[in-house]
């Protein structure tokens, strides 16, 4: 009885709280994405930024919230793939293949289409097209693309490719020869290329999907038109609506007509002179 008496006298377990009280929700939301937005940020600074906003938490926090959520310290944590675009924005450039039927007299016919697209201003280039693409004839289309009075990659530093076996080692080494680094994408990862993607979905969609090119003459026509309404008519919702070179556009108060090419294919509107 006495052993009770003095135990429930000295009992605090009624004062105890629930233990050592949790990590607010918004701090951990700040450290991840401070982690994930800065892959270069190690425990301190991302302390010391936390500071900054009010938030005083220990370096054993930081790490236990990274951890948490899969995140390696910054030695061993890589550049987003979206973080390497915007630092780079202006030098990267990606190329691709799309691939045409072609009515010719022996029945259809594919043919490979190479183009380049500049990340920045969405601007393309078709390459060139080809029933079969080989190695030399790549290799004929990048030296065009890297003339040095007109070429496409002129003032580019990165060229994105995916592992086509047609972009060979003889490729790459003529373009980081001209001062291209060459971005190769992990096998079937079409996302890493969105821009490419985007581009062939609209030329599939708007223009190829309605026409059938009748040889290699008509095909090079109907890219050419569509390039062209591409480039100076058509607007574009990753630019919130603006045609790609707006200084070619019609800038008066006319009235509005409907204009067309390839037969009604592509339509646009513009105001008459």
Request: charged residues 25%; hydrophobic residues 40%.
């Amino acid at each position: 009885m006495d052993r009770k008496l003095v135990a429930s006298k000295y009992d605090g377990s009624h004062r105890r709280g629930p233990g050592r009280p949790r990590t607010p929700h918004v701090i951990t939301e700040l450290v991840v994405r401070f982690a994930i937005e800065n892959p270069g940020w190690g425990y301190t600074r991302i302390r010391g930024n936390l500071a900054v906003l009010g938030h005083h938490v220990g370096r054993t926090t930081i790490a236990r919230i990274l951890a948490n959520h899969g995140i390696n310290p910054t030695p061993r944590r890589p550049m987003q793939w979206s973080t390497f675009l915007k630092a780079h924005w202006r030098a990267i450039c990606a190329a691709d293949f799309f691939t045409v039927e072609v009515l010719t007299p022996t029945g259809l016919s594919r043919r490979h289409v190479l183009f380049a697209i500049d990340l920045e201003t969405r601007a393309v280039e078709i390459a060139g097209i080809v029933a079969e693409p080989c190695e030399q004839w790549v290799m004929n289309l990048v030296r065009g693309l890297l003339d040095a009075f007109d070429g496409f990659l002129l003032g580019k530093r990165h060229l994105i490719l995916d592992r086509d076996p047609v972009f060979t080692k003889g490729v790459r080494q003529l373009l980081r020869g001209a001062g291209v680094q060459v971005v190769r994408l992990p096998a079937r990862s079409p996302n890493l290329n969105a821009y490419a993607e985007r581009f062939i979905g609209s030329v599939r969609r708007e223009c190829l999907s309605k026409v059938i090119p009748l040889g290699d003459r008509h095909l090079r026509h109907i890219l050419k038109e569509y390039i062209d309404h591409y480039h100076v008519e058509r607007p574009h919702q990753g630019l919130d609506n603006r045609l790609l070179r707006p200084e070619l556009a019609a800038n008066d108060t006319g009235p509005v007509r409907r204009r067309e090419r390839l037969g009604g294919a592509l339509d646009f509107y513009s105001r008459a002179a």
